[in-house]
């Protein structure tokens, strides 16, 4: 684990209720959890993937019970994440950097910045669960510092010159069904950043409005250009064409995708369970 500074310590005590002990004893709960799941096997786990979710939602044991269960299911369910070697990763960073990149500096109360350049990934030949797959990796990723787990993160996603052919790669349902699981991910998302979002696409934009939860909705921003988006976040350097990623990406890239690989879903025990509303019964002792 790492060592917090006092700001971010500060911040985890004013927006999460966070304290030592609240947390020590949060730990021992989900590890409990765990050990007695039903279909989830996580063995030794990650007391950083933990704390994740604890953060996410605020420590509200049973909002990061379900959330647990439902992200995990939904992204084993979708993506091809099975025994990539470290190369493999790396290549996949590759990949990332082609369109997303992470922004050295946070801004001034402490979040982490990720920019999509969306023309730069309209020519490329991704599918829309390949993005949704580096996208997935790349907040994991982010998400191994605690500084960012307190302070959260602004998502930019910048569509200067990005043409319909870009909207053309995305199927309505999957993309509704991504987005319905959102709201389980670990990451508190603080902003949502849309820069020259085309006219025509305001469909997509329809469908984003329609299964997002009201606090996120309400954090969607649209602007013109750099000039405005500047006026919305305060950071020290702020540019649509820096892509260097800061120190050790790479390597928190390998580290999140070994954390997330090690956790095993028995989908034939799943099948069995019963749904009431949003949330599965779980038979734990």
Same mark, same amino acid.
């Given at each position: $684990?790492?060592?917090?500074?006092?700001? &971010? @310590?500060?911040? /985890?005590? @004013?927006?999460?209720?966070?304290?030592?002990?609240?947390?020590?004893? +949060?730990?021992?709960?989900?590890?409990n959890? =765990?050990?007695?799941?039903?279909?989830?096997?996580?063995? %030794?786990?990650?007391?950083?993937?933990?704390l994740m979710f604890l953060r996410t939602k605020k420590y509200r044991m049973d909002k990061v019970f379900e959330s647990f269960e439902k992200a995990l299911i939904y992204t084993k369910s979708i993506s091809k994440y099975s025994n990539l070697t470290d190369e493999e990763l790396k290549e996949l960073l590759v990949n990332c950097m082609k369109f997303f990149y992470v922004l050295k500096d946070r801004s001034e109360n402490g979040e982490r910045i990720l920019i999509a350049k969306m023309s730069e990934m309209e020519a490329l030949s991704f599918s829309l669960m390949e993005i949704v797959k580096y996208f997935n @990796? $790349?907040?994991? /990723?982010?998400?191994?510092?605690?500084?960012?787990?307190?302070?959260?993160?602004i998502l930019i996603f910048?569509?200067? %010159?990005?043409?319909?052919?870009?909207f053309k790669k995305i199927s309505l349902i999957e993309f509704a069904q991504y987005l319905s699981n959102v709201k389980f991910f670990a990451v508190r998302i603080?902003? @949502?950043? #849309?820069?020259? &979002?085309?006219?025509?696409?305001?469909?997509? =934009?329809?469908?984003?409005?329609?299964?997002? +939860?009201?606090? #996120?909705?309400?954090r969607i921003i649209t602007?013109?250009?750099?000039? *405005? #988006?500047?006026?919305?976040?305060?950071? +020290?350097?702020l540019s649509m064409d820096n892509k *260097?990623? &800061?120190?050790n990406f790479d390597e928190q890239i390998v580290k999140a995708?070994? $954390? &997330? +690989?090690k956790i095993e879903i028995d989908f034939d025990k799943l099948k069995k369970f019963e749904t009431i509303g949003s949330f599965r019964i779980l038979e734990i002792d």
């Open positions: $684990m790492s060592i917090i500074s006092d700001y &971010f @310590i500060q911040k /985890a005590k @004013i927006e999460l209720e966070e304290n030592e002990i609240r947390k020590k004893e +949060s730990i021992m709960l989900f590890e959890w =765990l050990k007695n799941h039903s279909f989830i096997k996580y063995q %030794n786990p990650d007391l950083i993937h933990l @990796i $790349m907040i994991s /990723a982010l998400l191994l510092e605690e500084e960012t787990q307190i302070a959260g993160v910048d569509y200067t %010159n990005a043409t319909w052919n870009l603080k902003k @949502i950043v #849309l820069i020259d &979002f085309p006219t025509l696409a305001i469909r997509v =934009l329809e469908v984003v409005q329609k299964v997002l +939860s009201e606090k #996120l909705k309400q602007v013109k250009d750099l000039v *405005e #988006l500047k006026k919305i976040i305060n950071v +020290s350097e *260097e990623f &800061f120190l995708y070994h $954390m &997330f +690989s």
